[in-house]
């Protein structure tokens, strides 16, 4: 038998409450997909933990037991086939991907960065944004390059920042709008609705 639906594979370090929205949007039928592996570079991701509640297949690989970035990546990709993954979304990954990844799932690489990028990419994004005192922030789903939280821009929400916010505070309004926005870049990618050109990459019939 084929397989119909977009099989994805999602790379987490942590927590996985955006792997969580993924699990709930495909239950809720908001997206036609399977999820076929969760992979973690942290042994004791809760994102593991939330996969086997899923009766997913998870598996951790440790960066510390290959020689260097490509060896890791390689093993990743290794996974990921072996998982008939077609499309790979890190959802809390924290680390640069290299290119055995991005050759063997080329323009198949999306990632989730809270804010709206191009500003404030790495780590403590929203420590980066209080300091700015910006008073509007977001988050942002876009492809991936070989640099970090870089590569055509798909979506983005913004939220407000408001007088008094910690990191705590403006990371949970921010992560709202994270859930509802990766599940449903994911079924635009599914209906084939994403078309990347150049730079920029553009949603048939509009966000
Ligand atoms: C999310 O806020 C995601 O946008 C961010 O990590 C968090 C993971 O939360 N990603 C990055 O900062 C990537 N540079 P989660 O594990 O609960 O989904």
Do not use: W
Request: aromatic letters at 4%; one cysteine or more.
């Amino acid at each position: 038998m084929g397989e119909e639906k977009l099989v994805i594979g999602v790379l987490a370090s942590g927590r996985g409450s955006n792997l969580e929205a993924i699990f709930n949007a495909i239950q809720t039928g908001v997206l036609t997909a399977r999820v076929g592996i969760v992979l973690s570079d942290k042994k004791d991701a809760r994102a593991l933990e939330r996969a086997k509640q899923h009766q997913v297949p998870s598996i951790h690989l440790d960066p510390r037991s290959y020689p260097d970035r490509e060896a890791y990546d390689a093993a990743i990709v290794t996974t990921l086939t072996a998982h008939q993954v077609e499309l790979v979304i890190l959802a809390g990954f924290m680390r640069l991907v290299s290119k055995p990844i991005l050759t063997a799932f080329p323009n198949k690489v999306i990632n989730i960065h809270p804010s709206l990028l191009p500003a404030f990419p790495g780590l403590h994004a929203h420590r980066q944004a209080l300091a700015h005192g910006v008073k509007v922030s977001g988050c942002t789903v876009h492809f991936v390059d070989e640099q970090t939280d870089h590569g055509p821009i798909i979506a983005q929400a913004s939220v407000p920042v408001l007088e008094g916010d910690t990191e705590a505070s403006l990371s949970d309004r921010i992560l709202i709008e994270e859930h509802r926005l990766l599940p449903r870049v994911i079924q635009y990618y599914a209906e084939g609705k994403l078309k990347i050109i150049g730079q920029k990459t553009f949603v048939e019939g509009g966000v």
